[in-house]
């Protein structure tokens, strides 16, 4: 939402999401413009390694584990290989490397697609591997949520509650 309360609610979420959906689109309007040009098994690697390296790991150890806690390397590797500024520095490598070619396309598909269809993006380490509401958030959202509705400022609200508490 801001630089000071970095959340997003149901709606700015939705609208982020729709954003992505946009890039996706062009992403995929180019691939099919270009179908055969496209060096597919190329293109098969670079959409496949960024969830072989940055998603399974975790994804197992999570599955694994009876407390489902995951190495915080696994969070690295995940926001690693699912950055924009990875995927831009792989292609760029890519291009001045190899060559230049349209199965590159993959990456955007690839972060994309988790964006907008998924609705995935980089993990903080507080919370699971894979996507469960933490209660802290869940009471957060409640509280927010009831503000909006009564008119009041979320800010406001949390001043008074947090005043009401010292009191008590």
Same mark, same amino acid.
């Given at each position: 939402m801001d630089a000071k309360n970095r959340f997003e609610t149901k709606t700015t979420f939705a609208l982020s999401r729709l954003e992505w959906l946009g890039f996706l689109a062009v992403s995929l309007v180019l691939a099919f413009q270009h179908l055969t040009e496209i060096r597919w098994g190329v293109f098969l690697l670079l959409f496949a390694v960024i969830d072989v390296i940055g998603y399974l790991p975790g994804a197992i150890a999570f599955r694994r584990r009876s407390d489902r806690r995951? /190495?915080?390397?696994?969070?690295?590797?995940? &926001? !690693?290989?699912?950055?924009? *500024?990875?995927?831009? *520095?792989?292609?760029?490598?890519?291009?001045? +490397? %190899?060559?230049?070619?349209?199965?590159?396309?993959?990456? /955007?598909?690839?972060?994309?697609?988790?964006?907008?269809? +998924?609705? &995935?993006?980089?993990? /903080? +380490?507080? %919370?699971? +591997?894979?996507?469960? !509401?933490? /209660?802290?958030f869940r009471t957060f959202e409640q509280r927010y949520h009831s503000a909006a509705v009564s008119g009041e400022s979320a800010v406001t609200r949390t001043s008074v509650e947090d005043t009401d508490a010292v009191r008590a």
């Open positions: 995951v /190495p915080r390397g696994c969070y690295v590797a995940y &926001n !690693t290989m699912h950055s924009l *500024v990875t995927a831009g *520095v792989l292609a760029g490598a890519w291009a001045l +490397f %190899v060559r230049p070619e349209w199965a590159l396309l993959a990456l /955007p598909i690839h972060l994309m697609g988790d964006r907008a269809l +998924f609705g &995935n993006s980089l993990k /903080p +380490f507080g %919370v699971a +591997f894979e996507p469960q !509401t933490t /209660p802290e």
